[in-house]
C-alpha cells in the first residue's frame, strides 16, 4: 500500500511538472511566435499543442512509473462489466473527434495567416486594399475547404454527395450572375494592371454617348466611377473599360498643345514670322522649353498662309493656353487663331 501512494505522489509531481513546463515553454512560443506573421488564432493553437504535448510526455512517464502488472489491475477495475469492445470503440470515437476539432482549428489559423500573408505581400505591389482583402479571404476558405474534407475523411464519410450539390449550386449561381461575374473578372484586370490609378483622366468610349472624358473617383470590383468634365458622375461597367480602349490622358506629366494661326499673306514672313512666334512662346514660363515649341506651315491659300503651333506643358495647367492666345493675340491682331488640341484638361 505505501508503494502505491509513493507511485501517486511521484506520478502527480510529474504530471505538475511536465504541466508547468508546458505552460512556460507556451509562453515562450507565443511570445516569439506574436512578432511574426502568423494569425494569433494559429499561434493560440500552437502553444495548446505544446502543452498537450508535455503533458502527454508525462503520462508517459507516469505508465512508466506504474508496473504493467498494476496497470492491467486498475484497468480491468475501470472496465468491470463493460464489453472491452464497446469501449475500445468509444475510445475510438473520442480520438476522432479530438483529432477532427484539431483540424478543424489548424485550418482556420492556417487559413488565416495565409490570408494575413497574401494581404501583406500583395501590399508592394500596391494592389487595391478591397483586391488584397478579397484574394486573401477566397483562399483561407480554401485552406478551411480542404481542413473540412480531410474531417469527413477522417469520419469515413463520402465526399462525393458534397461535391456533388456543391457543383450544381456552383454552376447555377454561376449562370444566373454571369454578367456581374465578368464584371467581376474585369475588376480583378484592373485592379491588378492598373492601366490607370484614382485620380487619372482618361477617354472612353461611351456607346451612344460617344467619349467619356474625364476623371477616376474610383475603381470597385464590378464598376468604374468617373467624374465627367461637365461635372457629372458616370458608373461605367468594367466588362466595358475591359473590352474597349481606355486613353490615360495623365499617364505622363507633360501635354502637348497644338494651335493653328492663320494670317494674311503681307503679314507673313517665312523666317521672321517663325522666329517671333517662338520667341513669344519661350517668354511664357510655364511652357517646358523641352522638347521645344514647333512652327510648320500646314496650309497655302491666295490670300493666307495657316501655321501650326505645337508646344508641351504640365498636365492641369489650362490656363497656359490661354496666355499664349493673348500673347499671339497681341502680336498679329489680324490672325485667325484655333486651338486644335487643347491638352485634354479637366
Not at 468594367?238 to 490622358?249: E, K, L, P, Y
Amino acid at each position: 500500500m505505501g508503494i502505491q501512494v509513493q507511485q501517486l505522489i511521484y506520478s502527480i509531481l510529474t504530471l505538475l511538472i511536465t504541466g508547468a513546463a508546458g505552460f512556460f515553454l507556451r509562453r515562450l512560443l507565443v511570445g516569439r511566435l506574436r512578432q511574426t506573421v502568423l494569425d494569433d488564432w494559429l499561434v493560440e493553437t500552437l502553444g495548446v499543442m505544446v502543452i498537450l504535448l508535455l503533458l502527454a510526455l508525462g503520462i508517459v512517464v507516469v505508465i512508466s512509473i506504474w508496473s504493467i502488472s498494476n496497470l492491467q489491475q486498475l484497468w480491468h477495475n475501470f472496465a468491470g462489466n463493460l464489453a472491452i469492445e464497446k469501449l475500445a470503440n468509444y475510445m475510438g470515437d473520442v480520438w476522432t473527434v479530438i483529432l477532427s476539432a484539431f483540424i478543424l482549428v489548424l485550418g482556420i489559423g492556417v487559413g488565416r495567416t495565409v490570408s494575413k500573408i497574401i494581404i501583406r505581400n500583395l501590399a508592394e505591389n500596391r494592389i487595391d486594399i478591397n483586391m488584397r482583402t478579397l484574394i486573401g479571404r477566397m483562399l483561407s476558405f480554401v485552406v478551411l475547404g480542404i481542413a473540412i474534407f480531410w474531417i469527413l475523411a477522417l469520419w469515413h464519410l463520402s465526399i462525393e454527395t458534397p461535391l456533388a450539390i456543391l457543383g450544381t449550386i456552383t454552376v447555377a449561381f454561376t449562370f444566373a450572375i454571369q454578367d456581374i461575374l465578368k464584371d467581376l473578372v474585369a475588376g480583378f484586370y484592373i485592379l491588378i494592371e492598373r492601366p490607370f490609378h484614382i485620380g487619372d483622366e482618361i477617354s472612353i468610349e461611351g456607346g451612344t454617348a460617344g467619349i467619356l472624358t474625364g476623371r477616376v473617383e474610383d475603381v470597385q470590383l464590378r464598376a468604374t466611377k468617373v467624374r465627367l468634365v461637365s461635372g457629372e458622375e458616370v458608373t461605367i461597367p468594367n466588362t466595358r473599360i475591359f473590352s474597349t480602349t481606355v486613353i490615360n490622358n495623365t499617364f505622363y506629366g507633360e501635354r502637348r498643345v497644338t494651335l493653328t494661326i492663320t494670317l494674311p499673306q503681307e503679314q507673313y514672313d517665312r523666317e521672321q514670322t517663325p522666329a517671333r512666334i517662338l520667341g513669344i512662346l519661350r517668354e511664357i514660363e510655364e511652357i517646358i522649353p523641352k522638347p521645344e515649341p514647333v512652327v510648320t506651315i500646314s496650309g497655302y491659300t491666295r490670300e493666307a498662309v495657316t501655321l501650326t503651333v505645337r508646344f508641351w506643358i504640365v498636365h492641369g495647367q489650362s490656363g497656359v493656353i490661354a496666355d499664349a492666345l493673348h500673347a499671339l493675340r497681341n502680336a498679329f491682331a489680324e490672325a485667325e487663331l484655333t486651338v486644335k488640341e487643347s491638352a485634354g484638361a479637366i
